[in-house]
């Protein structure tokens, strides 16, 4: 949880790099007190392994807008709630106009007082009112991005989750094909762990060899199961935070349940020997004809096309609890937001809008094998990678965390109780307890609080392409 005294003691800088081409040029921090050319807007954008496809983005922006100047620089990560580079520009006032963000940072950042609001430049540059230019991207990324009646930042890019398989060894298997069939709907956990117990091979040792699926491996999170079982996890009537609640419980019980059935030790040593820490990405259980299913999300095409181009692969639904649940997924992502301190130009804006709409999303999704958030650019057959299109499909039934001024400390109490659960460490229900005692105190600072109008409910915009 980043805090105010963490606010006014963080420490450490971006660095800056330079990008060629258009009017894209390297970034230097201006000193202190020296106004900004208006016409120059200073970008935290995406990080060096993707600095070549945003370029792209900023080359097109350029073209249209010859005057303004981008200066890009590249910063340490902000996920996982890591705000200490934008706080020190802040307080140095070096900071930047526009900020690459984690969208579920955006409320906690906001209540910290990090990030602009961007309403009134909404009703200044596009002439209507906020609610009305937001409807332009999915719900549940604007919901992320909103604070306290305002928001605070334009949806860039967002994800879903699916399970990968490998068809080989399901043939291998004799695994009946219609299982497998997203067409079918998702498969029940009852299905899943017969697939398990079938599967699996152990040694005389009981080493495993091969292993169907690990519930906490990768995009597999406890969270995730929280949100298969339809867990809250804020009641708005009260005001209190529902980490403790009966429903939470049964999936922390669930899920201790699934970890002695699969005998961590055991399964983490199989990690470490197929997938040992810092291993070559090349290098995983899954490529490597090891492991059946392997829940994460679109962004693994582009890895299997780099790593494992002759893998025969299919991407299925998550399992669900039981028969006849509808099936589901769940979405994180990012966002271009402004922190304290932007210029708020016309130009800035411009970037901003125009990056985060349907012309620079179009240039970015692809390359990024991520999914767009604006809806237009959702509707394009051409706005995304076509090998994806099953994961821009899950948006009709996708989820999201809520956005709560919490989001990055329920983030943390659920990793905490999740680790803790694998590692048998206590028990499911002094863990509940203690993730509702470290989250739902910092809740209290904020309430009343009520989440987005229509918050987990479909996009009734959404309109979905076929390639």
Known sequence: MIDRRTLLRALGAGVSVTIA???????????????????TVQLWGLGAADAEKEAQVLEAFSEQNPEVKVEVSQVP?????????????????????????DRFNAPQFASLGLLEPIDGLIEEYEGVGPEEFMAGWIGFAT???????????????????????????????????????????????????????????????????????IPWDDQAKLIMWAMAA????YDESTGHMLLDSPEMLAVASMYADWIERLDFPRMDAFKATYQPPNAPPAQTSFFSDRQLFQITNPGAVRSLADYK??????????PVPAENDEPFSWSGGFALAMPKGSSLSRPAWELMTFYAGYEGQKILMPPLTGI???????????GWDPRIEFFVELLDVTRSRPPLPVGTKLWDAMETMQGSLTQASDTPE??????????????????????????????????????
């Open 77 to 101: 990560s902000n996920g996982e709630g890591d705000a200490s580079s934008v706080i020190t520009a802040i307080r140095g006032r070096t900071g930047p106009d526009l900020y690459w963000l």
């Open 230 to 233: 339809d867990v809250r996890f």
């Open 143 to 213: 919901d992320e991005l909103h604070y306290d009646g305002q928001y605070y930042g334009l949806p860039t890019s967002t994800d879903t989750r699916g399970m990968y398989v490998n068809m080989d060894l399901a043939t291998e298997a004799g695994i009946d094909p219609a299982l497998l069939d997203p067409r079918n709907g998702p498969m029940t956990y009852d299905q899943l762990w017969e697939i398990n117990d079938s599967f699996n091979v152990q040694d005389d040792n009981g080493t495993y060899e091969r292993v169907t699926w």
């Open 372 to 382: 767009p958030t604006n809806l237009e650019t959702i509707a394009d057959p051409e």
């Open 309 to 318: 181009p002759d893998m025969n692969y299919a991407v299925t639904h998550l």
């Open 21 to 39: 081409g258009g009017s894209i040029i390297g970034c230097t921090n201006r000193p202190v007190g020296e106004d900004r050319d208006p016409n």
């Open 430 to 467: 002094n863990l509940v307890k203690e993730a509702q005692q470290y989250v739902d105190p910092t809740m209290q600072q904020f309430v009343p609080f009520s989440l987005p109008e229509g918050f987990g409910e479909p996009d009734p915009n959404l309109k979905l392409p076929q390639h």
